[in-house]
T-cell receptor, first 116, second 118 residues
Framework: GENVEQHPSTLSVQEGDSAVIKCTYS??????FPWYKQELGKRPQLIID?????GEKKDQRIAVTLNKTAKHFSLHITETQPEDSAVYFC?????FGGGSQGNLIFGKGTKLSVKP | GAVVSQHPSWVICKSGTSVKIECRSL??????MFWYRQFPKQSLMLMAT?????????EQGVEKDKFLINHASLTLSTLTVTSAHPEDSSFYIC??????????????FGAGTRLSVL
């Protein structure tokens, strides 16, 4: 089955710097890659996602890149702010269909700390 | 985005009792909902996939007789932790998958339920 590796597990940056979190996946059939942000004690919130038919997607200060050949995708946050501090999870799935095809397989998470 | 309501948000129970957690999709229909367990500072561990109108699919190592799942309608799934023990204490989160239109396959999460078994 799918296996998602996420690095680093913790990341500390100064306010204004950029942060990059990387994930690799094992199932070449995976075609949907969302990123979730989870603040302490709260629900995971979808912040950006990418499908396998594109290589990059941007939304203001966040962007995601996908390299299907290498089977890795990355989250980029520019001009980081203290409120970006949270745990970020990447995930991969095959899209949806019968059985467990649409299940999201999550990485272990990255705790991002943005220091003022 | 779509809203998923989960309650209770926090429950304390005695060992041996059962606890029911509800997960509702408020503004979309969800044929599939998911139940996760999250330990402190760890990732989301998928426990089971809840399918409307059919039996849930449990992940390896998850006892289906202990974690009863019912998906009675397109907007409601429930997880019942039966005969709870202290080791069942954890943060349980549900999610619902929106399969409509541009939201295809996006999962929206509930706020989670913190279960403490004394």
């Amino acid at each position: 089955g799918e296996n998602v590796e996420q690095h680093p597990s913790t990341l500390s940056v100064q306010e204004g710097d950029s942060a990059v979190i990387k994930c690799t996946y094992s199932d070449s059939a995976s075609n949907y890659f969302p990123w979730y942000k989870q603040e302490l004690g709260k629900r995971p919130q979808l912040i950006i996602d990418i499908r396998s038919n594109v290589g990059e997607k941007k939304d203001q200060r966040i962007a995601v890149t996908l390299n299907k050949t290498a089977k890795h995708f990355s989250l980029h946050i520019t001009e980081t702010q203290p409120e970006d501090s949270a745990v970020y999870f990447c995930a991969a799935s095959r899209g949806f269909g019968g059985g467990s095809q649409g299940n999201l397989i999550f990485g272990k998470g990255t705790k991002l700390s943005v220091k003022p | 985005g779509a809203v998923v309501s989960q309650h209770p948000s926090w429950v304390i129970c005695k060992s041996g009792t059962s606890v029911k957690i509800e997960c509702r999709s408020l503004d979309f229909q969800a044929t599939t909902m998911f139940w996760y367990r999250q330990f402190p500072k760890q990732s989301l561990m998928l426990m089971a996939t809840s399918n409307e109108g059919s039996k849930a699919t449990y992940e390896q190592g998850v006892e289906k007789d202990k974690f009863l799942i019912n998906h009675a309608s397109l907007t409601l799934s429930t997880l019942t932790v039966t005969s709870a023990h202290p080791e069942d204490s954890s943060f349980y989160i549900c999610s619902a998958r929106d399969i409509g239109g541009l939201a295809k396959n996006i999962q929206y999460f509930g706020a989670g339920t913190r279960l403490s078994v004394l």
